[in-house]
């Protein structure tokens, strides 16, 4: 199986801030990984990928950038409504989430 | 309007068995490979399995913490993906979402909590 390991789980940060998010796999990808927002009682949202491609009607404050098995998301200046959990998944073979990283207000 | 909505969550006794089940519209249902995600309270997100359409040949896979215990099927008639859960224990409590297995704009349902208790 792969695994997959974030960090940090929790980082707080100042609006306006730049906020970087970091996954590694257990093996590369090959490209194949994700990044996800979930905000609290909702469910799962795409915001990049294939490491890099923001899905439609994603802000482009948010990027991601890594290759074989280190990758990251960074929202390049943090907005209240940015605040969420942000995953990982690898989709090389089947899933894997990573353990999620809550962004919070400093 | 492009939907998923699972329903058959509920309170089950450790042992125990439940169906889920994931209605999808809006889509062509047939083409698409479909996956069960889990979130246990307060935890974070567990891929649970998937199953490829029947013209990838239909077969499923499934996460280790599940697998020999949980079936994933589909009726295309009728736009429905299941998850056959049996030999339920309390760590299966969770809410359980069902969604399109695909690269980009997937879908996802609102989720179903199953809860495993006595």
């Known amino acids: 199986d792969i695994q997959m390991t974030q960090s940090p789980s929790i980082l707080s940060a100042s609006l306006g801030d730049r906020v970087t998010i970091t996954c590694r796999a257990s093996q590369s990808l090959n490209g194949w990984l994700a990044w996800y927002q979930q905000k609290p009682g909702k469910a799962p949202k795409l915001l990049i990928y294939r490491v890099s491609n923001l899905e439609d009607g994603v802000p482009s404050r948010f990027s991601g950038s890594g290759s074989e098995t280190d990758f990251t998301l960074t929202i390049s200046s943090l907005q209240p409504d940015d605040l969420a959990t942000y995953y990982c998944q690898q989709y090389l073979r089947y899933r894997t989430f990573g353990q999620g990283t809550k962004v919070e207000v400093k | 309007e492009v939907q998923l909505v699972e329903s058959g969550g509920g309170l089950v006794t450790p042992g125990g068995s439940l169906r889920l089940s994931c209605a999808a519209s809006g889509f062509t249902f047939k083409n698409t490979w479909m996956s069960w995600v889990r979130q246990a309270p307060g935890k974070g997100l567990e891929w649970v399995g998937r199953?490829?359409?029947?013209?990838?040949?239909?077969?499923?896979g499934y996460a280790a913490p599940v697998k020999d215990r949980f079936i994933i099927s589909r009726d295309d008639s009728k736009d429905t993906v299941y998850l056959h859960m049996n030999s339920l224990k309390t760590e299966d409590t969770a809410v359980y979402y069902c969604t399109t297995d695909q690269t980009r704009s997937d879908v996802w349902g609102q989720g179903t909590l199953v809860t495993v208790s006595s």
């Open positions: 199953i490829k359409s029947i013209s990838d040949d239909g077969t499923t």
